[in-house]
């Protein structure tokens, strides 16, 4: 199985050529930036644990990682959720689906503050919390790992001016990325806005110096809505790299990349490594989703 070292990819992509980091290929069950933040949980043994808890959205890619890593460790999971849609319950699909055939206890708990919830009640000894989104110091280890391969590689290739772009949730990736890379990070923030993002860079790291760079994109995009911009990229990625990307983190990633490279004249264009955050079980959702608003989507694709 391999978890670590991933390819790195050439595509050109409406004419600019990219390096894309392949985390999406590391593991089929067990892929992506989670497969790099819970790395450090696979590897090592807890003896004493004897239950794993986390919290997030029933859809969450992190859902399904967790699932995984508590099957290889032989450890019930308890997963907390405000709230399951109907139609998620009544037709189970992508990570919640996988999730719960790794045998999960997915629970609904309608609280304000699941973080605060599970702090304040459930916590012991013997349960290891992984807070929301893989958001835990842990999450360096692997991480650190895939800097790693990325200076490798640009010591192989004799690459230096490189810029690494991600888009960011928590930040956690982008943030740890930075710490070990001597490269300029550059992110997008797809889940709040840049303030957001920036205190949780602070939440991990106090020293602004190794912050990544936040882009702004141009409009404002609400985290899981659906948006024909955002459809729209994914099927072009697809059809013009023949790689699949995420759509909620994704689609926001490219769009904003493309504004950023605009800044810069055609002939002096930094060499970009994007890296590919995995995610792809939870695009069975978003096109559903899709589908069900746009009712063309699915035809495109077949
Ligand atoms: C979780 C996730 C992210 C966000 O990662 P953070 O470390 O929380 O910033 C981005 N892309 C994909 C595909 C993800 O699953």
């Avoid at 894309?20 to 497969?35: E, P, V």
């Avoid at 819970?38 to 967790?66: E, M, R, T």
């Avoid at 189970?92 to 605060?116: F, H, R, W």
């Amino acid at each position: 199985m391999n978890y670590i070292n991933s390819p790195i990819d050439k595509i050109k992509f409406k004419k600019l050529e990219f390096f894309i980091k392949r985390d999406d290929l590391l593991h089929k069950d067990f892929s992506g930036n989670k497969a790099r933040k819970f790395y450090y949980f696979l590897v090592n043994d807890f003896p004493n644990i004897k239950k794993i808890i986390s919290y997030g959205s029933a859809q969450a890619n992190s859902l399904y990682s967790l699932s995984f890593l508590a099957k290889q460790k032989g450890l019930p999971l308890d997963f907390y959720v405000k709230h399951i849609s109907s139609y998620l319950k009544e037709n189970p699909n992508g990570n919640y689906k996988k999730a719960l055939e790794n045998g999960v206890n997915i629970i609904e708990k309608d609280v304000e503050d699941l973080d605060k919830y599970i702090k304040e009640n459930l916590l012991a000894d013997d349960i290891l919390y992984i807070e929301e989104g893989g958001r835990v110091k842990e999450a360096e280890y692997g991480i650190k790992i895939l800097a790693n391969e990325i200076k490798s590689w640009l010591e192989n290739n004799n690459l230096k001016d490189v810029k690494v772009f991600l888009p960011s949730g928590t930040g956690t990736t982008a943030l740890f990325l930075q710490k070990h890379l001597p490269i300029e990070v550059l992110t997008v923030s797809c889940v709040g806005g840049s303030s957001y993002l920036k205190k949780q860079f602070f939440s991990l790291e106090e020293d602004e110096k190794i912050h990544p760079t936040i882009l702004e994109p141009e409009k404002k995009y609400h985290f899981g809505k659906l948006y024909k911009d955002f459809i729209d990229i994914y099927y072009e990625l697809l059809d013009e790299t023949e790689i699949e990307f995420d759509l909620l983190y994704d689609s926001l990633g490219f769009k904003t990349l493309f504004e950023y490279l605009a800044n810069y004249s055609s002939n002096n264009l930094p060499t970009i490594l994007y890296i590919h955050q995995g995610g792809l079980l939870g695009n069975e959702s978003m096109l559903l989703r899709y589908n069900r608003k746009f009712k063309y989507s699915l035809d495109i694709i077949n």
